[in-house]
């Protein structure tokens, strides 16, 4: 295992059937602490991330990233900028043998916006585009206390990732893992034993 599982609740057994969501910043990439990745010369992934997605493609039968983006709403970068930014993840992701199937992003500045996390806007454009998911055989793994309630809201199992923010109030993770790496890694086969 690649790190101590910091805090544990009860874990499900994950199939083809369920669908991973994914935060970007501080769980796939390292986050710019108090500002923004504005292009992909910025973006560097956290260490072990591509190799957890390989392993999670493996794992679940679809994997979509949810992230709030409002530094194109503020105008610090374009749309094309954020699009350019993901379509180079997913594609040294893609080469590496993993998956990402989409990537949704809130670029609303406002906190009440309907898709920016914790609202769960970008969940439902998700199964908008893929029907078959279904809320309750999904995971939302992230870093912040928005994307566990995001999660919470629509009944997600939660993996909270202790990459940078302060640690969540209570009953909001079902897990607690240092790195995606490290919670990818701690199943044993092809699917997680609880």
């Not at 180079?88 to 992701?93: F, H, L, P, S």
Request: glycine residues 10%; hydrophobic residues 40%.
């Amino acid at each position: 295992m690649n790190g101590p599982r910091l805090w544990f609740q009860s874990m499900p057994s994950f199939d083809k059937r369920w669908t991973l969501f994914l935060d970007r910043d501080g769980v796939i990439n390292i986050e710019k602490t108090g500002g923004y990745i504005l292009s992909w010369e910025e973006f560097r992934f956290e260490e072990g991330a591509v190799e957890a997605l390989v392993r999670l493609s493996s794992l679940f039968g679809r994997i979509v990233v949810v992230t709030n983006q409002r530094g194109v709403g503020r105008g610090l970068m374009s749309k094309e900028d954020l699009e350019d930014i993901h379509l180079r993840m997913r594609a040294v992701i893609q080469q590496a043998g993993g998956r990402v199937d989409a990537v949704y992003a809130c670029t609303d500045v406002t906190d009440d916006s309907f898709c920016r996390k914790p609202q769960v806007g970008m969940a439902y454009w998700a199964r908008r585009d893929f029907p078959d998911i279904d809320f309750a055989r999904s995971v939302m793994v992230g870093n912040s206390e928005s994307d566990m309630r995001f999660g919470r809201a629509l009944g997600m199992y939660t993996v909270w990732i202790a990459s940078v923010h302060p640690f969540p109030s209570p009953g909001l993770a079902d897990e607690v893992w240092p790195s995606l790496k490290a919670w990818a890694f701690s199943f044993e086969g092809g699917e997680s034993q609880p």
